[in-house]
């Protein structure tokens, strides 16, 4: 699927690049990344027992006119272990265009929904890299078409989304992989990837809130992992969802919502809300704090924010070099002894370079908690990154 | 005896405060007045795009370059619009912030992050913050208001040998940054060529010079490089426009979420 896209992509661009004068814009990030993991046991022997490194270059092309905005973005990593971890995307390959109150484009994009910081439940149109970002932040490029209305009473979009990709997942010869290998994936639709999923937003500001109304009907991008004697199937079921999004301002206070009603294989409602509260030049600096709290609830015992409680500290130096620390710790108020806590931070050096650390821990006794899986995972990942 | 003398002195204290009471009343009318008559100058404008560097320097004398272009839009009887993109340093390329000012209320304002594809709300009430790390905070580049100051004439004066009118405003707002600001406004054309930004705590905090003020749709005055000194910690921020376009014909809609997604 990737190289048709990349083959037709090639064509499109080599034809817009006759076609007009306008002069393609390069940039793009190049980065080597270690992580080391604190205890030696990995799933399988052939996983690295504490450092597994890699190297990432994501280029990025754009072309702007005044009624369009061409992108090709790509992406590819290589692992020092993990055969899965190395793999390369388009993450995008569009081209927009817009008229008056009205938005049209068509090809590979990525598109994010939600407000909520520990976890984005709403945002479903795009499959999550996992093997890229641990947090699920990473996403993988979706085919699509979308129209877009900005009206006096909202936004309307409208997508039309060929094609289904499957979920990146760690392989065993990796660290933050399943106890046993990955089979095929089995789908529930005969289509199997080549399904045709809809989806609908509405979204509005009105004063202080901003609203946001989603309907999702396809493949459920999310896969129900079923344990067989010789390893894992990932199994992709069918779903439609509901969701709402709601974000208020107040102050130095946003105040937020995300909730879903899903029916795929399991029928439930999930949530998760919570504030985002700013200080501004705490200590008589420059720094900004701010405090992020957010409750999880999902009817799944087997979710892993079924009953949890986020909460966070993001430190801004607004300094030259733009530091930033943030320290977060997501608690199961159902278990006491399971809890993941993350630290990042991040800092520019000089125009071009840009350094992160990561650090993730996780604990957990109670066996049939997904976390369960990851206890002996605790990692600090150091990033080094040439902006170009 | 001694009566007399209490009720002569509190007359005349009573006195001398209504004098006093009067002419700081006359001096906030003409106070209102050059205020009035430096919006009046910078209205009819309609929209403008704009290409400025800026340049950090701390106190060792480091230095540190952004690129950012501005699309503002006139609202009359409220804020003006505005959308800021940057294009670097490389790490944020492509970040934008749309900002809707209010002449009472905050701020509305959002920030699009490329890299995640999503439009963050920013909580405004607080402007005293600094913009991308520099002296200037976000409220010193919010739009001139009527409504957000109130005005007090000081003096007629020179500087650097053109004449001006001195001009202290003070922030209505309690979340302002700022107990006051002395405002030096060019007798020529109304346009302010110094301000001093006086902290929480009343001390001077930031001197602000205009300088190279150009003329354009015959009417409109603007500075090309505004210098801003933290005097407390020594670091400095210079934006300079290098270009600067009017009536480029933007409208409403180039100032929503959606162009904040598409701004490039």
């Not at chain 1, 932040?137 to 094609?163: C, H, N, R, S």
């Not at chain 1, 344990?227 to 990932?234: E, V």
């Amino acid at each position: 699927m990737k190289l048709t896209a990349l083959c037709g992509g090639a064509t499109l661009l080599a034809l817009s690049q006759s076609a007009h004068a306008e002069p393609w814009q390069h940039s793009g990030e190049a980065q080597v990344q270690q992580r080391g993991f604190f205890q030696k046991k990995p799933h399988s022997e052939n996983a690295p027992k504490h450092w597994q490194g890699s190297v990432m270059i994501e280029p990025l092309w754009q072309k702007v006119t005044d009624s369009s905005l061409t992108s090709v973005k790509l992406f590819g990593r290589v692992d020092s272990h993990d055969k899965e971890r190395t793999h390369w995307d388009i993450r995008e390959l569009s081209y927009l265009t817009y008229w008056d109150d009205y938005e049209f484009k068509i090809g590979i994009d990525k598109v994010f929904w939600g407000v909520t910081e520990s976890q984005h439940l709403v945002d479903v149109i795009n499959q999550t890299d996992s093997v890229e970002g641990f947090d699920g932040e990473d996403k993988l490029g979706q085919p699509m078409a979308q129209f877009k209305a900005v009206k006096e009473i909202g936004t309307f979009d409208f997508w039309i989304l060929p094609y289904f990709r499957e979920r990146t997942l760690p392989s065993t010869e990796g660290r933050l992989a399943f106890p046993l290998p990955l089979l095929d994936a089995q789908f529930e639709s005969s289509k199997e990837h080549n399904t045709l999923d809809l989806a609908m937003r509405y979204s509005h500001t009105l004063e202080d809130w901003d609203i946001g109304l989603s309907y999702f009907d396809g493949t459920n991008r999310e896969p129900y992992l079923q344990q067989r004697p010789n390893g894992i199937t990932p199994f992709y079921a069918q779903m439609w969802q509901l969701g709402t999004d709601i974000q208020g301002v107040f102050g130095d206070w946003l105040l937020k919502l995300e909730a879903i009603h899903r029916d795929s294989l399991e029928t439930y409602f999930a949530m998760t809300t919570g504030f985002e509260y700013t200080q501004v030049g705490i200590f008589d600096t420059v720094m900004d704090l701010g405090w992020i709290a957010e409750y999880s609830f999902d009817e799944r015992d087997s979710a892993f924010n079924q009953n949890d409680l986020f909460v966070g500290w993001r430190l801004a130096f607004n300094d030259m070099d733009g530091y930033e620390i943030l320290f977060g710790l997501s608690q199961d108020l159902d278990s006491q002894h399971t809890f993941s806590a993350k630290l990042e931070a991040s800092g520019r050096v000089g125009e071009n370079w840009k350094w992160q650390v990561d650090a993730w821990a996780f604990a957990s006794d109670q066996s049939n908690s997904p976390l369960f899986l990851l206890k002996d995972e605790d990692f600090i990942e150091l990033s080094l990154s040439y902006y170009f | 005896m001694k009566m007399v003398i209490k009720r002569t002195l509190t007359a005349s204290f009573v006195t001398l405060s209504l004098i006093s009471a009067f002419s700081v009343l006359a001096d906030q009318g003409k106070g209102l007045e050059l205020a009035k008559l430096r919006k009046q100058a910078d209205s009819g404008w309609q929209d403008s795009q704009a290409t400025l560097t800026m340049e950090l320097k701390n106190a060792a004398g480091d230095t540190s370059l952004r690129k950012l272009r501005i699309k503002s839009l006139e609202v009359n009887n409220d804020g003006d619009k505005g959308l800021t993109i940057f294009d670097t340093p490389r790490d944020v390329k492509g970040t934008a912030f749309l900002n809707h000012s209010h002449a009472v209320k905050p701020d509305d304002q959002w920030l699009y992050l490329p890299a995640l594809k999503r439009v963050k709300r920013i909580a405004s009430r607080n402007k005293s913050g600094p913009f991308m790390g520099s002296e200037f905070a976000y409220e010193d580049l919010s739009s001139f208001e009527l409504e957000k100051y109130t005005f007090n004439f000081i003096e007629e004066t020179t500087l650097d040998g053109q004449s001006v009118y001195l001009v202290e405003q003070v922030p209505v707002d309690r979340y302002s940054g700022y107990t006051k600001q002395r405002v030096w406004l060019a007798k020529s054309h109304y346009q302010p060529l110094k301000v001093e930004f006086y902290d929480r705590k009343n001390a001077l905090l930031k001197t602000l010079e205009l300088k190279g003020y150009q003329k354009y749709l015959d009417k409109i005055w603007r500075a090309n490089t505004l210098v801003m000194n933290n005097v407390q910690t020594q670091k400095a921020t210079t934006l300079t426009t290098t270009k600067l376009v009017f009536k480029t014909g933007l409208q409403v809609n180039d100032f929503n979420k959606a162009s904040l997604k598409r701004a490039r």
